[in-house]
Antibody, heavy 130, light 111 residues
Framework: QVQLQQWGAGLLKPSETLSLTCAVY????????WSWIRQPPGKGLEWIGE???????NYKSSLKSRLTLSIDTSKNQFSLKLRSVTAADTAVYYC????????????????????????WGQGTLVTVSS | QSALTQPRSVSGSPGQSVTISCTGT?????????VSWYQHHPGKAPKVMIF???KRPSGVPDRFSGSKSGNTASLTISGLQAEDEADYYC???????????FGGGTKVTVL
């Protein structure tokens, strides 16, 4: 059973860098893209970005200039750094296993796109306040 | 990429059915069969209930079903139960943009 455990600083001041790490247990980083998703207070879920085991990344366009995702295959972990945070970055941040690398696949006569978030971390509340 | 459009809330009595709509564009919902639905109880991690528009993960009751017509996907909960009260989010992968977009979320209330 795949499990994701995440950690990082929960209280930041404006202009600081948000750093979170997500460790994957019971499975390999290979074969999937690994995403970060956040939920601001009272709002919906927002996808932030994804990374695969080779370090290939895709970022939400509005965050691209401040965001860096990285991966450490030796530790089976991936990380997020968001620079120059403001109050608007206050949210619960989740890591999640996302889409299958290489696109869809078929198994047992059924074909799948491989495009969904099937395992999630527990969430980390990050508050940005002066 | 704009957020997908969902109703803010729906409600029903135990045993009834409710349907949540999720409207996007031909660049996301309408363009691919990569729509998924997530149940989110406050303080917990979201849980996938439907993926690839209609497929249910192992362990998800068959009371949950998904469909799609054009640019609008739908989640139907039949035989509503108290534990179904939660927020539900639709999500679509947009291949063209190599990005994901979520809906704004729908609060399901069991009366």
């Amino acid at each position: 059973q795949v499990q994701l455990q995440q950690w990082g600083a929960g209280l930041l001041k404006p202009s600081e860098t948000l750093s979170l790490t997500c460790a994957v247990y019971g499975g390999s980083l290979s074969g999937y893209y690994w995403s970060w998703i956040r939920q601001p207070p009272g709002k919906g879920l927002e996808w932030i970005g994804e990374i695969n085991h080779s370090g290939s990344t895709n970022y939400k366009s509005s965050l691209k200039s401040r965001l860096t995702l990285s991966i450490d295959t030796s530790k089976n972990q991936f990380s997020l750094k968001l620079r120059s945070v403001t109050a608007a970055d206050t949210a619960v941040y989740y890591c999640a296993r996302g889409r299958v690398e290489g696109g869809g696949y078929c198994f047992g006569g059924v074909c799948y796109s491989g495009n969904n978030f099937d395992y999630w971390g527990q969430g980390t509340l990050v508050t940005v306040s002066s | 990429q704009s957020a997908l459009t969902q109703p803010r809330s729906v409600s029903g009595s135990p045993g009834q059915s409710v349907t949540i709509s999720c409207t996007g564009t031909s660049s996301d919902v309408g363009g691919y069969n990569s729509v998924s639905w997530y149940q989110h109880h406050p303080g917990k991690a979201p849980k996938v209930m439907i993926f690839d528009v209609t497929k249910r993960p192992s362990g998800v009751p068959d009371r949950f079903s998904g469909s799609k017509s054009g640019n609008t996907a739908s989640l139907t909960i039949s035989g509503l139960q108290a534990e179904d009260e939660a927020d539900y989010y639709c999500c679509s992968y947009a291949v063209t943009y190599t990005s994901w977009v979520f809906g704004g979320g729908t609060k399901v209330t069991v009366l």
